[in-house]
């Protein structure tokens, strides 16, 4: 059998991360605590087609709306509409400012573009809001994370320290909002080795944390948890040690429920003892997390991301039936705690990662095969045939197919991925590629080299043409 492509088979956890912390900041802006008050329409409970409603409001909507079902072609040409209409509204308008954030999510994938709007709402709230108000260090924690990832580190450092500084003033900010500005800026600390400043930070993040609603406990845990692993860093094991044997922290605005809490401490305390090679007492704080959960009805997704966390220990230890066993219960949690009202799960909790790894490690690439099959039904059942999810596991299904030797059973899925692929993302966007270059493998294999040759051509063409852009 032929060697496997990783990218398009062994899957690690960056892609859902990634996806993960694309959602994450939909949520912030449409819920954010921050931006609450801005994201209302102008003129609050107008309705489509009313007399009262703007073509901003129109625009405004339909990229509000889009975010689940529309393509992402579609989600940017919404973007550009709605960023058009911002620009008539004068810079006193504050929703001009939320208007061009929430247009900025649409470029994830365009990072000067997303860099570029992002100033622009810095600069807006800064002229309309003042350069002290909260909203602005929130602006400027944003503009600050964008800038680590095209590694500005000037304008990170200048971004993160006035962020700092107005959080640490602005006690009308909410505790949600200071406690991320701190902990950003600690982890951008870290990453620059300045292990003393980002110590401070994270011990404010945590301070500030504490006036956090029960619900949001676990920000706490994790604010906690990095501070023990930065304690490890700097050479304080003891230190660090102490600080994770400590109880579970509790909210001063109200009493957390227990059984959360100390299951969600138990979990940190395992992952840290994994990150350390301690294995034997991982598994132990996984036990009694995973204990803790399975007895709070709504922790389906925590409780199966320690069942696999405590599957990925068994594996090492080659104790593969336990494993296994896990693996399939922790899918089998997340497919069942999916519903109408979590659908954006469904993009990244579908995905069988960790179950499909295992099995592949196994050489039972056959099994692979149901367990693909079962997560593309989970996705058309909650965000339809055309969302661009579905690309990447047709993707991962054919080159299951391949491998077995099956590829005209592949070829209609690559069809039908690069179909998905280009109708989200464009015909030449980068994203494309690797779905080409797993079309070109499946024809190779079956004889039809010219085909092939073709379809490598265009990948390639797609891939130096990122290159030329960077």
Not at 319 to 331: M, N, Q, T
Request: charged content about 25%; overall charge negative.
């Amino acid at each position: 059998m032929e060697n496997t492509n990783p990218r398009t088979t062994r899957v690690n956890s960056d892609i859902v991360s990634r996806r993960l912390s694309f959602f994450i900041a939909l949520s912030v802006i449409f819920l954010g605590t921050t931006g609450l008050r801005a994201y209302a329409l102008p003129q609050g409970e107008r309705q489509a087609g009313s007399q009262e409603s703007t073509p901003f409001d129109n625009a405004f909507r339909q990229l509000r709306d889009g975010w689940q079902h529309r393509t992402v072609a579609e989600q940017k040409k919404a973007a550009a509409i709605l960023i058009a209409e911002a620009d008539k509204l004068p810079d006193s308008n504050p929703q001009k400012a939320r208007a061009l954030l929430m247009a900025s999510g649409v470029y994830i994938d365009d990072l000067p573009q997303e860099i570029a709007l992002a100033k622009r709402v810095v600069a807006i709230d800064e002229k309309n809001l003042g350069g002290d108000d909260p909203q602005v260090a929130s602006d400027l924690r944003n503009l600050a994370l964008l800038s680590t990832l095209t590694s500005d580190v000037i304008e990170a450092e200048r971004s993160y320290g006035r962020a700092v500084r107005i959080a640490e003033g602005a006690e009308q900010m909410s505790s949600f909002d200071r406690a991320m500005v701190f902990a950003g800026a600690a982890d951008f600390h870290k990453q620059q080795k300045r292990y003393e400043e980002a110590e401070r930070l994270l011990r404010r993040a945590i301070e500030v944390a504490a006036g956090l609603p029960p619900a949001q406990t676990s920000l706490r845990l994790q604010f906690r948890a990095n501070l023990a692993e930065l304690l490890r860093q700097e050479g304080k094991e003891d230190e660090a040690e102490r600080l994770l044997a400590e109880p579970a922290p509790t909210s001063n605005t109200a009493q957390a429920s227990p059984g959360l809490t100390d299951a969600e401490s138990d979990s940190q305390r395992a992952r840290q003892y994994k990150e350390q090679g301690k294995l034997p007492e991982a598994e132990v704080f996984y036990r009694h997390a995973i204990s803790a959960f399975e007895r709070v009805p709504a922790a389906g997704f925590l409780l199966a991301g320690n069942l696999d966390q405590l599957a990925g220990i068994y594996h090492s230890e080659r104790r593969d039936v336990e494993a296994e066993e896990l693996y399939r219960r922790a899918l089998s949690i997340r497919e069942k705690s999916l519903s109408p009202e979590t659908g954006l799960n469904a993009r990244v909790m579908s995905y069988p990662f960790p179950l499909q790894n295992f099995l592949r490690d196994q050489g039972r690439l056959s099994e692979i095969e149901p367990v693909y099959q079962q997560a593309l039904a989970i996705q058309e059942q909650f965000l339809g045939p055309h969302d661009y999810s579905l690309s990447q596991t047709l993707q991962m299904l054919a080159a299951v197919y391949r491998e077995e030797g099956k590829s005209e059973a592949a070829l209609p899925l690559c069809q039908r991925a690069l179909l998905i692929g280009e109708r989200n993302f464009g015909k030449d966007d980068h994203r494309i590629a690797p779905i080409l270059d797993e079309y070109a493998r499946n024809l190779e294999q079956l004889g039809r080299t010219g085909e092939a040759v073709s379809v490598r051509i265009r990948a390639e063409r797609i891939l130096n043409r990122k290159a030329s852009l960077k």
